[in-house]
C-alpha cells in the first residue's frame, strides 16, 4: 500500500477517491485547479444506484426523483412515474465537499502536467499520483461533444420528475431537471456546434409551457466524453480515474455515478494490491458503459428514421435498464425477441448476432 496518494482533481472522481482512501486509513492529499470543488457545469442528477458505492448524504439532496418522461419529436413515448424514488438531483458542490471532509485539499492549485504526467513536488516513489482532472487531461479520449444548460429561476413543472426530449434530426437530447423551489437545469447535448445547440435549446426554452414566466439566470457549458472506456490510459505507475479514462456512459451523458465507480475500483485495488480492472469489471459499470458505447455507435450512423425507431420501439423496461448501465446481452435479447425489427436494426451493426431470432 501506497504511504501517500497525491490526487488531481477534486471533481466526483477525486473527491469519492480521497473518501474511500481516507476511510481506509491512507494519507491522502488533492490539488483542485477551481477555487472549490465542483465547479465544471453539471445537471446534479444521480440514480439511487450511485449508493451502491457511498451514501448520499440527506442534507445535499436537493430533489428526490420519482418518476421520469422521454419524448420523441414533441410526443410521450415513456413514462414511469411509479412514484419509487430512483435518483436524485444533489447539491454537487456541497456532496464533494462532504466527501473531502477531513482531507487536506489545495484549491486554485493547477498542477502542471508534462507529457500527460503531473508534477507534483514532493511526491516521491512512495507517493503515487493519480489523474482524475476530468476531460482537461491533455491524453484524455477526444471523442466528445458539448452539453450547455440554463439555470432557470420560476420554474413550474413538477418537482420530482424528470424529462427527456429527444428529436429525432439530431444525436443528443435536451433534459429537464427540477431542483426544487421553483429551479430547474435545462440543458441540451449533441454532437454539434455551439451556435445550433443553443438555438435548439433557446426553441425549447420558448414552447415549454413550465418555462413561460421563467428567469434564465445563466447559460454554462462544457465538453462531454463519450468515447466509453479507454483502458490503455490506466497503468498502475500512473492511475486514471473519472471521464478522464472515458468513465461516463456515452448515451445518457450520466458521469457522476461512473466516477465514483472507478474512484472506489481504485481505492480496493491500491488497499487490496489486487488488480484495478478487475475490481472496476466486477462493479458492472464497465459493461454498461461499453454496451452503451456501442448503441451510441449504431445511432450516430443510423438515419434519422432509424434513431427514432430505436428509441420508439425498445420496450421501456429495457431502455430503463440500458440507461442504468444494468442490461445485459441477454437481457437485449430477451427484450427485442418481440420486437423483430428493431432486432434485425441492430444485428445489421452488429450489436446482436444475425442468428439471435433462431437463439
Ligand atoms: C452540461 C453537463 C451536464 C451534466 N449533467 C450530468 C448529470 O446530471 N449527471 C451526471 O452523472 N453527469 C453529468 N454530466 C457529466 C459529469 O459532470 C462528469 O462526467 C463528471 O463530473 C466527471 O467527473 P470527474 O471527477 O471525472 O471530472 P470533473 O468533474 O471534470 O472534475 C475534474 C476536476 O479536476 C480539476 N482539474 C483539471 N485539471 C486540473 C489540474 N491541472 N490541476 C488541478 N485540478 C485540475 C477540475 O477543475 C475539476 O474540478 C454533465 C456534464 C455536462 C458538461
Keep these: 500500500m501506497a504511504v501517500r496518494v497525491a490526487i488531481v482533481g477534486a471533481g466526483p472522481a477525486g473527491a469519492s477517491l480521497a473518501y474511500f482512501l481516507r476511510g481506509r486509513g491512507v494519507d491522502v ?4 485547479a477551481g477555487p472549490r470543488p465542483g465547479f465544471k457545469p453539471c445537471g446534479w442528477g444521480v440514480p439511487r444506484e450511485i449508493e451502491e458505492f457511498l451514501p448520499v448524504p440527506r442534507g ?9 418522461r422521454v419524448f420523441l419529436d414533441g410526443r410521450q413515448i415513456h413514462e414511469d412515474t411509479g412514484r419509487r424514488t430512483w435518483g436524485y438531483i444533489v447539491d454537487k458542490p456541497h456532496f464533494l465537499e462532504k466527501l473531502l471532509e477531513g482531507v487536506e485539499v489545495h484549491y486554485s492549485a493547477a498542477v502542471r502536467f508534462l507529457g500527460g504526467e503531473p508534477q507534483i513536488p514532493g511526491c516521491d516513489d512512495e507517493c503515487i499520483r493519480v489523474v482524475a482532472t476530468g476531460h482537461y487531461w491533455s491524453k484524455a479520449p477526444n471523442y466528445r461533444l458539448l452539453a450547455i444548460q440554463y439555470l432557470v429561476k420560476g420554474f413550474r413543472g413538477e418537482d420530482d420528475v424528470l424529462e427527456l426530449w429527444f428529436d429525432r434530426s439530431m444525436v443528443g437530447y435536451i433534459w429537464v ?3 426544487g423551489g421553483g429551479e430547474a437545469r435545462v440543458g441540451i447535448g449533441g454532437f454539434r456546434g455551439f451556435d445550433e445547440l443553443k438555438a435548439r435549446l433557446d426553441r425549447f426554452v420558448g414552447r415549454y409551457p413550465g418555462l413561460a414566466s421563467a428567469r434564465l439566470v445563466r447559460l454554462e457549458g462544457a465538453q462531454l466524453v463519450v468515447s466509453g472506456l479507454r483502458r490503455e490510459l490506466y497503468s498502475d505507475q ?3 480515474v473519472g471521464e478522464a479514462l472515458g468513465a461516463v456512459f456515452p448515451l445518457t451523458g450520466e458521469g457522476i455515478r461512473p466516477a465514483v465507480a472507478s474512484a472506489w ?3 480496493r485495488s491500491l488497499a487490496q494490491g489486487s488488480g484495478f480492472w478487475s475490481e472496476f469489471e466486477a462493479t458492472g459499470v464497465p459493461r454498461g458503459i461499453d454496451l452503451q458505447a456501442r448503441i451510441l455507435e449504431i445511432v450516430v450512423r443510423a438515419g434519422p428514421d432509424a434513431r427514432a425507431a430505436l428509441l420508439s420501439q425498445m420496450p421501456a423496461s429495457l431502455m430503463a435498464k440500458i440507461t442504468l448501465g444494468k442490461a445485459t446481452r441477454r437481457d ?3 427484450g427485442l425477441v418481440r420486437r423483430p425489427q428493431l432486432l434485425m436494426l441492430l444485428a445489421r451493426y452488429g450489436l446482436v448476432r444475425k442468428d439471435a431470432l433462431n437463439g
Design 177 to 179: 431537471f427540477p431542483e
Design 332 to 334: 437485449l435479447l430477451g
Design 29 to 32: 492529499e488533492v490539488y483542485e
Design 265 to 267: 475500483a481504485l481505492a
Design 60 to 68: 445535499v439532496v436537493k430533489v428526490k426523483l420519482r418518476g421520469y
Design 238 to 240: 500512473l492511475p486514471v
